[in-house]
């Protein structure tokens, strides 16, 4: 790894003054879990790194209005075990859990897993089902955006070059559901296809809503407006959640890689929103690796 | 006072035992390696001038350095024809083309990226079969003649082609076996390229002191890389010392010379010591296990009985020799698995391919030829009604059966491991329930052969007494993690029969450590057992006849026995030893065993007696298949091999653990993958998958089976069981589903192409 600059800014605005500096050239660390193989493996050759853990209070779990706010610094593992996050979203909770082992867990920050926009990743899918919003902090003040717009493409965000993720907020009572992570290797691989599913009941019985995000197949996590208004006012049964999955495989793009063909994970696609939808219509909530 | 196997432990558990990786020296410089982004390549010029021109830099190695005939320039395992760095030919993706050594880690990497390289890109070969084929490209123009091979009638490479050896094995007829059969049936069965992935990575650091050179290596065989050593300096093997601690793994990756050769160069060259560690990227180019073909076909009687087996091998050998040879040698003995055929051909070929170099890897030779015959030998039984567990049980080896190399067998234990095996899981019983309504269960069973060893080799051990009654046992078995040191000390005290705490096993230094052929093959354990049995013996003996010389008796009349010697007119609760050596002012005894063995095969026919004695295992497995997804999921494993007597029980279950982890890795998804020139694509630990702790089922149970005489013979464990492990996985597949995968990993989407090819009949 070649000799770079470390930056220990005490703030946000310090941080993002010092990454305009640099011009885009430098990057932000938190976690450093996938930047630093990056380095290690010649992938970047940034001047300077700007650390984000030297700037106070950015991991903050904390319920405000209606609101779940998560801080960027917050870790996998003090996601996967806050008494807060587990309560009022319990999918989040546990699909952080999933992510990579726990030594990766214990170091990669919510915050830096959004940014790094890794397409076979588990958190991403889940907080576009969640309608979750980040809060961006950068020379001229703060903005928030959807994650859905936050993730462009295949390690490609919609942040400028001196702007910083600080927070993830998710909107209050979250529908319930689960994230079905399948795996095609190792336990400990990646996900060949991650789909998290959502619904809230009618006092009917039947569905008042339901929220697929298919994550892990494309650069960014698949959403279908379209497909989950079928859900809308529906009974949950079968033929939903395959009519459902049908349209969820029909306009998935897939990627091709050691984890399973293209034309494999659209078949796959089908199968575990479906399958997922079914937990999540039967009131079953978390996340499990299949 | 602990015994050896608690001190190992604990100072493993609190960072403090050594390895070559913690190894510093004053002065010492570090290296990296110029590597070919070409499969196949001439090298037209090597320029390292603009590397030493970077600060730090403190000196660059090329192939002018090999030329003057200073240094023999080639190492290998059997045929020397790995150069130190490449001097006509890169022959791989990631062939070491050049070094740089420099003040720091990072300042060799910078300048290794300097160093410039011309090539000129000549065509690549990559498939075993296809090189072959007249008119491939050459991965090695000239061999004999050229290269240094040593005299071994087992080993005969071809100028003009990319074979490497070709081992044959003939019995009875095959022809007229297959024409006396009621059923002919054929299958081709393959496996891929594997990479080790020893925690620790190829570590080596050498140092000249005069004209001596002492190299720390993480070595499975001190002995042989000492004498490689001094055969590139040529200079006497006394003048090269090699010493090794304990080893972060090894899978047979570090076999032979790897990176010492090149370590002790680059530091006769920068005249001061130089360290080379790989990365873990390289090491996925250094060392792979043999991607495999395998044909095989056989002739069955209406009743179930074998009459005729048929087997082609084709073992991708990469672009070095290694030990490719006996690879083909062990596996083409091998191939027809533990059953009694009376007719049968075998042909394995080792063949040079622009692949990273294939080299030993735990399960040596036999892992691939046994997942073709336990899957085709399952196949077979399905395909003629029969269960598979009768039609195996009605071929079985037995005690007094001939082998396929017309060897006599004994202490052979098929039968009983394989019926064990079934027992664990319940053969007979009902399968288990599907946890899913889209799952089905089935259950597989197999049943293997290992030879120990692939050529005739001989341990000494030597035991040192001293005057203050410390024993210690030099011995140049490496600890690899399986515990060697502990069994060295485990066996001494049994053998003399003293507390284990008091006995001594320091590490491998080959100037004071006795010669070893190396810990490999599954081995080590039982050539030290019975080399300390006679160490122990001429120790028992000197100290006899020292106690009949102090007590004018004579040595039969003096009992050895607790750590002490009674004789007649010695005091009555006898003499500690130290007292008997004090007394009898002698400063220290030293005692010396040696065992060996010889084995011979003749290459025409396989004929011969090819090996001592013979490694035996049996796994069973049950598994879940999602239909709608083609994922197997493992819910039972066990696996029972033959261990005739066990020494240290939980090593010894460990190593089952070990070979059942490996085997289901390697059932399920471990695979090296390469693009279309030639470059891996996976050279890391997020691509390549290996075992988590949550792919090891929780249903594992496993079986060391000994034999009931009072001093049975040791079978080594090491690598026994793994070759079993795949193919009862695939045989399990094959009876949930129907689906029969001839290739290994039975990757979820292999199998649901095929579960979707069988149509919706077979699927209800």
Known sequence: MPDLLLHQPRSLDEACATLARYDGAARAIAGGTALVLMLRQGLLAPPALVRLDTIPGLDTIAEVDGTLRLGALATLSAVAASPLVRARVPVLAAACALVGNVRVRNAATLGGNLCEADYASDPPGVLVALDARVRIHGPHGARELPVAALVRDFYETALAPDELVTEVCIPLPAPTGVYLKYVTRSAEDRPCVGVTALVRHAADGRLAEARVAVGAVAGRPLRLPAAEALAHGAVPDEALFHAIGQAYAAAAEPVSDARGSAAYRQQMVAVFVRRALRAAAAGQQGAWRV | ?764
């Open chain 2, 1 to 764: 006072m602990r015994a050896v196997r608690e001190r190992d432990a604990i100072a493993k558990v609190t960072g403090q035992i050594p390895y070559a990786l913690n190894v510093t020296l004053p002065g010492m410089a570090h290296a990296r390696c110029v590597r070919s982004p070409y499969a196949h390549a001439r090298i037209v010029a090597v320029d390292p001038s603009r590397a030493l021109a970077l600060p730090g830099v403190v000196c660059a190695l090329t192939r002018d350095d090999l030329l003057d005939g200073q240094l023999f320039p080639y190492y290998g395992a059997a045929i020397k024809d790995q150069p130190i760095v490449a001097i006509d030919k890169a022959r791989h993706v990631g062939d070491v083309v050049a070094a740089v050594v420099a003040e720091e880690p990072e300042i060799a990497a910078e300048a290794a990226a300097l160093v410039d390289v011309e090539y000129e890109e000549l065509p690549a070969v990559f498939d075993p079969v296809e090189a072959l084929r007249p008119g491939a490209p050459l991965v090695h123009e000239q061999i004999v003649g050229r290269y240094e091979i040593p005299p071994n009638p087992i080993l005969r490479p071809q100028n003009g082609t990319n074979l490497l050896n070709h081992m044959k094995v003939r019995r009875g007829d095959v022809e007229r076996g297959f024409a006396e059969a009621d059923f002919v049936f054929e299958e081709v069965y393959s496996s891929p390229a594997l990479h080790h992935c020893a925690l620790e990575p190829h570590v080596a650091v050498a140092r000249w002191e005069a004209d001596q050179l002492t190299v720390w290596s993480a070595t499975q065989n001190p002995y042989f890389v000492r004498d490689q050593l001094a055969a590139i300096f040529r200079v006497p093997p006394e003048r090269v010392r090699v010493i090794v601690y304990t080893l972060g793994g090894g899978y047979g990756s570090k076999t032979y010379a790897r990176m010492e050769p090149l370590a002790a160069v680059l530091a006769w060259k920068a005249r001061r010591p130089v360290k080379v560690v790989l990365t873990r990227a390289e090491e996925f180019v250094t060392t792979t296990k043999h991607e495999a073909r395998v044909r095989i076909k056989s002739g069955v009687k209406r009743d179930g009985t074998l009459v005729a087996r048929e087997v082609e091998i084709h073992y991708n050998a990469g672009a070095y020799a290694d030990r490719s040879g006996t690879i083909a040698r062990s596996g083409g003995i091998g191939a027809i698995g533990p059953y009694r055929i009376p007719h049968v051909k075998v042909d394995a070929y080792a063949v040079y391919t622009n692949r990273p170099n294939a080299v030993p890897f735990r399960g040596l030779a036999i892992s691939q030829v046994a997942w073709a015959y336990e899957c085709h030998t399952d196949e077979l039984a399905r395909r003629l009604g029969l269960d598979p567990l009768e039609f195996r049980r009605r071929n079985l080896l037995h005690p007094g059966d001939r082998f396929a190399t017309g060897e006599v067998l004994e202490d052979i234990h098929f039968a009983e491991l394989l019926e064990d095996a079934a027992r664990a899981i319940d053969y007979h019983g009902p399968l288990p329930a599907p946890s899913a309504p889209e799952r089905v269960v089935g259950r597989g069973l197999a049943v293997i052969i290992k030879h120990m060893g692939s050529n005739p080799a001989t341990t000494r051990i030597d035991l040192r007494l001293d005057a203050a009654g410390a024993l210690t046992v030099l011995s140049s078995t490496v600890d690899i993690g399986q515990g060697a040191r502990a069994v060295l000390a485990r066996e001494a005290a049994r053998a003399l029969d003293i507390p284990e705490e008091v006995v001594q096993v320091p590490f491998v230094e080959t100037g004071t450590t006795p010669p070893d052929q190396g810990t490999t093959s599954s081995r080590s354990t039982f050539f030290n057992g019975l080399a300390l049995r006679a160490a122990a013996a001429d120790l028992r003996r000197q100290l006899a006849e020292l106690a009949a010389r102090l007590y004018e008796t004579t040595p039969e009349q003096v009992a050895v026995r607790g750590g002490r010697v009674f004789a007649p007119g010695a005091p009555a609760e006898g003499v500690p030893w130290g007292a008997l050596l004090s007394g009898a002012g002698v400063a220290s005894l030293t005692a010396s065993g040696t065992f060996g063995t010889q084995i011979w095969v003749d290459p025409e026919t396989g004929q011969g007696k090819a090996s001592h004695h013979w490694h035996q295992a049996a796994a069973a497995a049950i598994v879940e298949v999602d239909r709608e997804t083609g994922k197997l999921y493992l819910r039972r494993l066990h696996l029972a091999t033959h261990a005739g007597r066990v020494i240290d029980r939980p090593n010894a279950e460990l190593q089952n653990e070990g070979c059942a982890t490996f085997g289901l890795a390697q059932a399920l998804f471990e695979e090296l993958l390469f693009d279309d020139n030639g470059q891996v694509t996976n050279p890391n630990l997020a691509d390549y998958m290996i075992p988590a702790l949550a792919d090891f089922p929780a249903a594992f149970s496993t079986t060391l089976a000994e034999n009931p005489e009072p001093d049975p013979e040791v079978h080594g464990l090491g690598e026994t069981g793994l070759p079993a492990v795949p193919p009862a996985i695939g045989n399990a597949l094959r009876d949930a589903t129907g689906v029969r995968l001839p290739r290994i990993p039975l990757l979820p989407e292999r199998v649901l192409a095929a579960l979707q090819a069988q149509g919706p009949a077979a699927a209800s």
